[in-house]
């Protein structure tokens, strides 16, 4: 087989879902608001969900009761830079040239700062888990635009949603 082009053998699939792994929970874990709210991140592939694990401390209304709205909102405001975030690491990350055990609070490259953000409240957010879930509408060098859907029960019946604008970092 004299003339054949020998490819790099690719790396074991545990090797990757490790990196991606990691690089997820040290983005997620450098949010210490996030935290405090119990808002995790689960990743199937590539697509990311938040979770917002419902607790007392976020009813606002306890009269209905509620969520409050301020809790909806920074809920879907995190998923949306938490995605934009995992986008703009996924080269670097995928390349093996970002190392996830240096991202920390104060080594986060890639976080995209709001410069608006506009919240859709559909109907009152119950005392149980909530979910969300951004798209990126269009992403270039210095901005980007994200919607935001978040549910509760069901994926088809959403209780907000919201649309943003983010000034990406330059890298």
Same mark, same amino acid.
């Given at each position: 087989?004299?003339?054949?082009? /020998?490819?790099?053998?690719?790396?074991?699939?545990?090797?990757?879902? /490790?990196?991606?792994?990691?690089?997820?929970? =040290?983005?997620?874990?450098?949010?210490?608001?996030?935290?405090? +709210? %119990?808002?995790? #991140?689960?990743?199937?592939?590539?697509?990311?969900?938040? !979770?917002?694990?419902?607790? @007392? /401390?976020?009813? %606002?209304?306890? +009269?209905?009761? &509620?969520?409050?709205?301020? #809790?909806? &909102?920074?809920?879907?405001?995190?998923? &949306? #830079?938490?995605?934009?975030?995992? !986008?703009? +690491?996924?080269?670097?990350?995928?390349? %093996?040239? $970002?190392?996830?055990?240096?991202?920390?609070?104060?080594?986060?490259?890639?976080?995209? /700062?709001?410069? @608006?953000?506009?919240? @859709?409240? $559909?109907?009152?957010? $119950?005392?149980?888990? &909530?979910?969300?879930? =951004?798209?990126?509408?269009?992403?270039?060098?210095?901005?980007?635009? #994200?919607? !935001?859907?978040?549910?509760?029960?069901?994926?088809?019946?959403?209780?907000?949603?919201?649309?943003?604008?983010?000034?990406?970092?330059?890298?």
């Amino acid at each position: 087989m004299s003339g054949s082009v /020998k490819r790099p053998r690719p790396e074991p699939v545990e090797v990757v879902k /490790k990196r991606r792994d990691a690089t997820l929970s =040290a983005l997620v874990g450098s949010v210490p608001y996030l935290t405090f +709210l %119990g808002i995790t #991140v689960e990743r199937h592939g590539d697509e990311l969900t938040a !979770v917002l694990p419902f607790s @007392d /401390k976020l009813i %606002g209304n306890p +009269l209905l009761p &509620a969520i409050h709205g301020g #809790v909806t &909102a920074a809920f879907l405001e995190t998923a &949306a #830079v938490i995605e934009l975030s995992w !986008v703009s +690491l996924w080269e670097d990350m995928e390349s %093996g040239k $970002l190392d996830p055990g240096t991202l920390g609070p104060d080594n986060l490259p890639y976080l995209p /700062k709001t410069i @608006d953000f506009s919240i @859709d409240y $559909l109907r009152s957010g $119950l005392p149980r888990d &909530a979910y969300a879930r =951004a798209r990126i509408v269009r992403q270039g060098r210095r901005y980007a635009s #994200v919607h !935001v859907e978040a549910w509760q029960d069901n994926r088809n019946k959403l209780y907000a949603q919201a649309t943003g604008h983010f000034l990406m970092p330059q890298k």
